[in-house]
Each structure stands twice: as structure tokens, then as C-alpha cells.
């Protein structure tokens, strides 16, 4: 039933409280594009996801109301309007950090969706800016994508997937792919070196924060 559907759209983007060490359900493969402007700032971050056919599948099946095995634009329209509303909270799924510190960002005015049927996939595309100056060339900008629950995983496959638009003069940009394991074994430390009678920082400790593949904007010291 549609109204099924919908409910697993909301638990897969977010809705749904799973554990950190559930599996994850959902794939996707995403590509980002990270646009500077002249000044060396962050203008706008582009996201790309391609979801697993599995997903993209039942998708079609409950929202194509015609029934005529295709996805119409405003059946493309009603996705991206149920998605964008289940992935609000979660900030998008999309994380920038300047120093470590999380950039606070705009929230993209609308989730484009498309299907490609020689592939069987729905794709997602949204751009999102920075609500406050970014400054790419302090060299401690990273991007991420990433799902607090597990529920989602992202899998960034290699550096192609990630580019820049207009790279300040002397920056780069490097990955950081952590190893699974010990990515665990990272996180079952810090687990254990908080003291039983601490209070466990407000943003949690993610297993699927420490997990996630990131891109730091590496520039010169000044």
C-alpha cells in the first residue's frame, strides 16, 4: 500500500530510531560538488544520491498513481516533497565542519528527483549554502554525508565522487575513508574513556559520524 511506503521512506530517511549497530537498509551513492565563490568561500554544496534499485523499486510501484510504470513529474514531485520533509530535522543528511565546529546551513528550497529507468534508480539533487561566511582557505573545512541511525549508509567508492568548483589557489582536497574496523575500534574507545558519571555530549557519539567518509579542504598555512 502507498501509505506503507511513505512509512518506509520516512524511516529511511531518518524517522526511524535504529541502533548504531544495525545494519544499514538503504544504499546510496552519492556525488557532492562543493562550489567556491571568487573570496575563497563556501558558496553552495550540490547533492547527488542515486538509491539502491531495491528502494527505487518499491518507490515506483506506490507512487506511480497512473499505474503506468513510469514516474510523471508530479509523482516525481510528491516524493521529493515527502523526502525533503522526513530529512529536514536531520540536516539533510549533509554535514560541513570548519574547524570541527558544524556549519549551520540553509536548507535546499526544493529535493529534485528523477528516474532513471535504464537503471532502475531514483536519483535525489538539492544544493545547500551556509547560512554564514565559510572560509575554504583556513584548510579546516570538511564535507560529509552521513545517517546518525545506520539506517542509510552512503558509500563514497572513490575521490571522483567528490569535487570542487573553483578551489582556492594552493587547496585540495583530500579523503578520508576510515577501515571498518577500526573505525569500531575508534569507537568503542572513546565509548569507553567517558567516565560513568559524565554526560555524553549533546550531538552523541555516532558510530555512523565516525564510519563516514569525509573531504577536507587541505590549504598552505599562511
Not at 538503504?26 to 558558496?43: Q, T, W
Not at 570541527?100 to 528550497?109: C, D, R, S
Request: negative net charge; contains cysteine; charged residues 25%.
Amino acid at each position: 500500500m502507498k501509505l506503507e511506503r511513505i512509512a518506509i521512506i520516512a524511516a529511511a530517511f531518518g524517522m526511524a530510531p535504529v541502533a548504531a549497530s544495525a545494519h544499514p537498509h538503504v544504499f546510496v551513492e552519492p556525488k557532492m560538488v562543493v562550489v567556491a565563490g571568487s573570496d575563497g568561500h563556501l558558496k553552495e554544496v550540490h547533492n547527488r544520491w542515486s538509491m539502491d534499485e531495491m528502494f527505487s523499486s518499491g518507490v515506483l510501484v506506490d507512487f506511480d498513481a497512473n499505474g503506468d510504470g513510469k514516474l510523471e513529474r508530479d509523482e516525481l514531485t510528491a516524493i521529493g516533497r515527502q523526502v525533503a520533509g522526513s530529512i529536514t530535522r536531520w540536516s539533510y543528511y549533509t554535514f560541513v565542519r570548519n574547524g570541527g565546529v558544524q556549519v549551520a546551513m540553509e536548507g535546499p528550497p526544493v529535493l529534485d528527483v528523477s528516474y532513471d529507468t535504464k537503471a532502475g534508480r531514483l536519483d535525489f539533487d538539492f544544493v545547500m549554502k551556509p547560512k554564514a561566511p565559510v572560509d575554504l582557505k583556513t584548510g579546516g573545512v570538511t564535507f560529509s554525508n552521513f545517517d546518525d541511525t545506520y539506517f542509510v549508509a552512503f558509500d563514497y567508492k572513490d575521490a571522483k565522487q567528490f569535487t570542487v568548483q573553483g578551489m582556492p589557489n594552493g587547496c585540495r582536497a583530500e579523503m578520508d575513508a576510515p577501515n571498518p574496523d577500526e573505525a569500531a575500534k575508534s569507537w568503542m574507545a572513546t565509548i569507553a574513556a567517558i567516565p560513568a558519571d559524565a554526560d555524553v555530549p549533546d550531538d552523541g557519539i555516532k558510530f555512523s559520524q565516525v564510519l563516514s567518509t569525509k573531504y577536507r579542504i587541505a590549504c598552505p598555512k599562511k
